[in-house]
């Protein structure tokens, strides 16, 4: 098993910034593709970004590509995403999430094995 605990959420103004991070812990062993997933109020969980153990294939959504940016440290076993120029539409919850079998980098909901239980962003105009 891998357990997830996201940080660095908060409250910010329209065009802040905010970095998220999230350590597992555990079987880190199988920690492979780590992404971010966000749940807008309302709405589904969607994909914002994902990186493969070696940082060399990375994803993202359209909608936060030039704004968001996904790194990882295998040493501390963390993600982390710098956000900037944050839209009132990024409002969400935002979920760390571990694909821990084959490696294979996606963008769908399924293919992630482990979920921590999410960090409040909210956008103010």
């Known amino acids: 098993q891998v357990q997830l605990v996201e940080s660095g959420g908060g409250l910010v103004q329209t065009g802040g910034s905010l970095r998220l991070s999230c350590v597992a812990s555990?079987?880190?062993?199988?920690?492979?593709?780590m992404g971010w997933f966000r749940e807008p109020p309302g709405k589904e969980r969607e994909f914002v970004a994902a990186i493969t153990w070696s940082s060399a294939t990375i994803f993202y959504a359209d909608s936060v590509k030039g704004r968001f940016t996904i790194s990882r440290d295998n040493a501390k076993s963390t993600v982390y995403l710098q956000m900037n120029s944050l839209k009132r539409e990024d409002t969400a919850v935002y979920y760390c999430a571990v694909e821990g079998q084959t490696g294979v980098i996606g963008t769908t909901l399924d293919e992630y094995d482990y979920w921590g239980q999410g960090t409040q962003v909210t956008v103010s105009s």
């Open positions: 555990g079987r880190t062993s199988n920690v492979y593709v």
